[in-house]
């Protein structure tokens, strides 16, 4: 079973004094996440990726379309007993601590009583809270109150996590700890649909990914076969600055590091630096096929975007 | 009421203590043993009428002020800051969110009223130095108060689930202004004819009718109080606070929350 089937989901606000300019945030939009994955929902600023969270959560109602969440009508208040949701830079009732926060989630979450608090100290943990959990969220910095937003999306140990910008306002242990936890509920049989901009973080986290850009979904895959395309190309590296004549002669630049120096050349070239680095009697560390980066995929969807949006204009 | 609508209710309660809306008792306190000081030394045979009159046309004033202000950030603070995103992406309705708030400020005024109450009380002890039968009267202006702040609630709550602070405080206290003087409204529309009569019944029936609830001069003066009339307001404040509360409801379940 699919955990999340987006079934042509678009909004259209309308804008201006009287309501009478149509603004199109998101075009129908058709994805399916399955059961037991980390997918990266990827796009530039004002993509349209928190527009989608917002249609998930039933916090606006969509022009059109319609979704299933864990296999229920996405609207069903029941379903969300079973999600969890840490939006874009959350904030929350300050005048709370954080155990009295986590406490309320719990109560409207529908978490037995006998159970809050031991769901409410493990989250406190799990996310490096507990020194401060009888402190008013007030007095919290943005990185902690992060923690807090991602503490309150697990309390009640959902089968769905959203994530909007989960990164963001951390510091890098931060950042790593999310790394860590987003891997952990992957661990435990947990689906996390993430919104992000920062690509090393899909690129180290997720099982496929999909990119939004001006409303419109762009591209989607598993994140090893968008990143697995050969060029066609190798890069061969070997210890010390000397470059062989032969591999000059080959026309690619050479790059020295340290004592490293690597080359990118076509793959029938490969024969032919092997003999060069053995002819001078340097020793060879790696041949390695190049590979698109996720950011490579991401820049060329983007341009691929606005070349056919410039086209039709 | 549903668990749910209970913890809504009592986090707006914990909200309006910590956000020091009860601190309005302390200035309530020394108005009021001011006031009991001044007239006991000052006038003669009216200390109790002056008590009562001042008490609690303070009672009412501070708890009108209380639910406007209050109130109109109920639902709008919520979206401005988005609170209510982590809220309503949990098994919670839209209707539950707002009758919980609503709740839970009618609480915080009803606590507020009961320790206003009780200062009344003993201001009027200091000056009468007994009770009589007819002060159990306070115990009913109180109630009509109470009845009064429902509909307020309601009020505001209506108008902060579709417009600004500023405005869902200048529509609401428009309404109360407007309220309190609805049996004048009503006297004018009987002097009127033709269109304008049609137009100003029109308005005196659907603005509230806070005057019907304005039983404290009668109150001071001991003037006995039907038990038709407590029927009627109580039905009235009712019917009229349950109304726009579904009308908040209803705009609020359409309304996204960009």
New interface residues.
């Given amino acids: 079973m699919a955990a999340i089937e987006i079934l042509g989901l678009e909004k259209t606000?309308l804008a201006g004094f009287w309501r009478n300019r149509p603004k199109r945030a998101l075009f129908p939009l058709q994805l399916t996440v399955e059961d037991g994955e980390i997918f990266g929902f990827l796009g530039p600023n004002g993509a349209g990726k928190t527009t989608t969270l917002?249609l998930l959560?039933?916090?606006?109602?969509p022009t059109a379309g319609s979704a299933r969440i864990l296999g229920h009508a996405w609207i069903d208040?029941?379903v969300?007993?079973q999600?969890g949701?840490l939006?874009e830079?959350?904030?929350?009732?300050d005048?709370?601590t954080a155990h009295e926060l986590l406490n309320?989630?719990a109560?409207?979450?529908?978490v037995a009583a006998n159970q809050r608090k031991r769901r409410i100290d493990e989250v406190l943990v799990r996310v490096g809270l507990t020194d401060v959990a009888g402190v008013q969220l007030r007095k919290f910095s943005k990185g902690m109150l992060q923690r807090a937003?991602i503490a309150?999306a697990i309390l009640h140990d959902p089968k769905l996590i959203?994530l909007d910008e989960p990164m963001s306002g951390l510091d890098p242990i931060g950042r790593r700890e999310v790394r860590d936890l987003i891997q952990e509920l992957k661990a435990q049989g947990k689906t996390v649909f993430f919104s992000t901009h920062i690509l090393s973080d899909a690129e180290a986290l997720c099982d496929r990914v999909a990119i939004i850009h001006q409303g419109q979904l762009r591209g989607v895959g598993a994140v090893q076969e968008l990143t697995s395309s050969v060029q066609g190309k190798i890069e061969v590296t070997w210890y010390g600055t000397q470059i062989p004549s032969a591999i000059k002669a080959l026309g690619a630049e050479c790059h020295s590091t340290g004592e490293i120096t690597r080359v990118a050349l076509n793959e029938n070239q490969q024969d032919a630096a092997i003999d060069a680095l053995r002819r001078d009697r340097l020793r060879l560390i790696s041949i390695t096929p190049l590979r698109t980066s996720l950011e490579a995929y991401f820049v060329e969807k983007l341009q691929c975007a606005e070349t056919s949006a410039g086209a039709k204009a | 009421m549903s668990?749910?609508l209970w913890?809504?209710a009592s986090?707006t309660f914990?909200?309006a203590v910590?956000?020091r809306v009860l601190y309005n008792l302390v200035a309530f306190a020394i108005l009021l043993s001011g006031a009991a000081i001044l007239v006991g030394q000052i006038s003669i045979s009216i200390e109790k009428l002056v008590v009562i009159n001042l008490g609690l046309t303070t009672v009412s004033l501070f708890g009108v002020v209380i639910a406007i202000f209050v109130g109109i950030g109920l639902v709008s603070k919520e979206i401005e800051?988005?609170?209510?995103?982590?809220?309503?992406?949990?098994?919670?309705?839209r209707w539950e969110f707002i009758v919980g708030k609503f709740f839970g400020l009618a609480g915080t005024l009803v606590v507020n009223t009961f320790f206003m109450a009780i200062g009344v009380f003993v201001a009027l002890f200091y000056v009468a130095h007994k009770f009589t039968r007819p002060d159990a009267l306070i115990f009913v202006a109180l109630y009509f108060i109470i009845l009064e702040f429902l509909i307020i609630c309601a009020l505001a709550l209506l108008f902060s689930s579709f417009s600004t602070p500023l405005l869902s405080a200048v529509f609401a206290f428009s309404l109360f202004v407007i309220g309190t003087y609805a049996d004048d409204l009503r006297a004018f529309a009987g002097m009127t004819t033709g269109i304008t009569r049609w137009i100003t019944s029109g308005l005196a029936y659907v603005v509230p009718n806070f005057s019907a609830f304005n039983v404290i001069s009668a109150v001071a003066h001991g003037e006995p109080l039907s038990t038709v009339l407590i029927l009627h307001n109580t039905i009235y404040a009712l019917f009229y606070s349950g109304l726009a509360l579904s009308g908040a409801v209803l705009v609020f379940e359409?309304r996204?929350?960009?």
Avoid at chain 2, 81 to 93: D, E, F, H, W
């Fill in positions: 606000y917002k959560m039933g916090l606006v109602f208040p029941e969300k007993a999600i949701f939006p830079q959350p904030y929350f009732y005048y709370l309320y989630y109560q409207l979450s529908g937003g309150q959203f | 668990a749910r913890h809504i986090n914990r909200e910590r956000d800051k988005r609170t209510l995103y982590t809220v309503l992406s949990r098994p919670v309705r359409h996204n929350l960009k």
